[in-house]
């Protein structure tokens, strides 16, 4: 008999993510709802202090000090695969789970829309670099205690 691969497919990951999301987000007082079925581009609908999110879960990989984020989606057509970025229109934040360091991410429409991917700073960069630097401790997920405030860009936290 075969050895089994441990390597999980996408379709696992996305799965384990998505279960981590939901577990933090409860953990932190978030009510969490799924979509009855899949049309749109959200997986999950958190609502926190009254505001509504339409959240897309990611698997994030660790890479050193960073957290990398793959902000693409793909879907196979007739005429191949069509790769695609998420915009304010589908979607209210990304949540991410990295399993190497069992955290997890959300991040704010207008942090991502339109781009590919996205890096988060463990620790300060070797060339001392700070302007642009997404830090990951900034959008933990227990870190955000006011969803609302944080969506609509002001980057408040109640304490």
């Not at 075969?2 to 007082?29: C, D, P, W």
Request: with cysteine.
């Amino acid at each position: 008999m075969a050895a089994e691969s441990t390597e999980l497919t996408s379709t696992q990951k996305g799965a384990v993510a998505e279960a981590h999301i939901v577990a933090a987000a409860l953990e932190h007082g978030i009510v969490v709802s799924r979509p009855v079925c899949e049309v749109r581009r959200y997986d999950l609908i958190f609502d926190a202090r009254g505001a509504l999110l339409r959240v897309q879960c990611k698997w994030a990989r660790r890479r050193g000090n960073v957290v990398c984020i793959n902000l693409r989606s793909s879907r196979h057509t007739p005429s191949g695969y069509v790769y695609d970025t998420y915009d304010a229109v589908e979607i209210d934040a990304v949540a991410a789970y990295c399993p190497e360091i069992a955290r997890c991410y959300l991040l704010p429409i207008h942090v991502i829309d339109g781009r590919t991917a996205i890096h988060l700073r463990l620790a300060a960069a070797q060339n001392k670099q700070r302007i642009g630097v997404h830090w990951a401790q900034e959008y933990e997920l227990g870190a955000i205690a006011q969803l609302g405030e944080r969506r609509r860009g002001t980057p408040k936290v109640a304490g």
